[in-house]
């Protein structure tokens, strides 16, 4: 019931059915997985790699899960984000008009890799 009331208003204020979220600045250049149910078969093959026995308790939010590796046996707990940012350019717009063109667009452009392992 929670659930379905959380559909309902996520696609009144214009998020997908899948739950990624508003369509946002972020959103826009880069992949949002977010949930606050447990992962999928299908959320967990949207990484770079997701460990054997590996779990990653809702909610969670993470910005660009084929940029994230999650090493085998490693948890992590509740209330995850993480931002493996693969563009910034987004910001661009909230920069004043006279300085804007100080870096180039490229600039905003990245390849942000984020790997967590669990300790020996």
Same mark, same amino acid.
């Given at each position: 019931?929670l659930f379905?009331?959380?559909?309902?208003?996520?696609?009144?204020?214009?998020e997908s059915s899948?739950?990624?979220?508003p369509?946002?600045p972020i959103t826009?250049d880069?992949?949002?997985l977010e949930?606050s149910?447990?992962?999928?078969?299908e959320?967990?093959?949207r990484?770079?790699?997701f460990g054997v026995?590996?779990?990653v !308790?809702?909610?969670l /939010?993470? #910005?660009?899960?084929q940029?994230?590796? @999650?090493?085998?046996y490693?948890?992590i707990r509740?209330?995850?984000h !993480?931002?493996?940012? /693969?563009? #910034?350019a987004?910001?661009?717009?909230y @920069?004043a008009a006279?300085?804007?063109?100080?870096?180039?667009?490229?600039?905003y452009?990245?390849?942000?890799?984020i790997?967590?392992?669990?300790e020996?």
């Open positions: 019931m379905d009331c959380l559909v309902t208003l996520s696609r009144a204020r214009g899948e739950g990624t979220g369509v946002s826009r880069n992949d949002l949930t149910r447990p992962l999928t078969s959320q967990k093959a990484f770079a790699y026995n590996a779990k !308790l809702p909610p /939010r993470i #910005l660009n899960p940029n994230v590796t @999650i090493g085998d490693t948890a509740e209330g995850c !993480l931002n493996a940012f /693969r563009s #910034l987004f910001l661009r717009d @920069i006279e300085h804007r063109d100080a870096f180039k667009p490229e600039d452009e990245y390849d942000g890799q790997i967590i392992e669990r020996c």
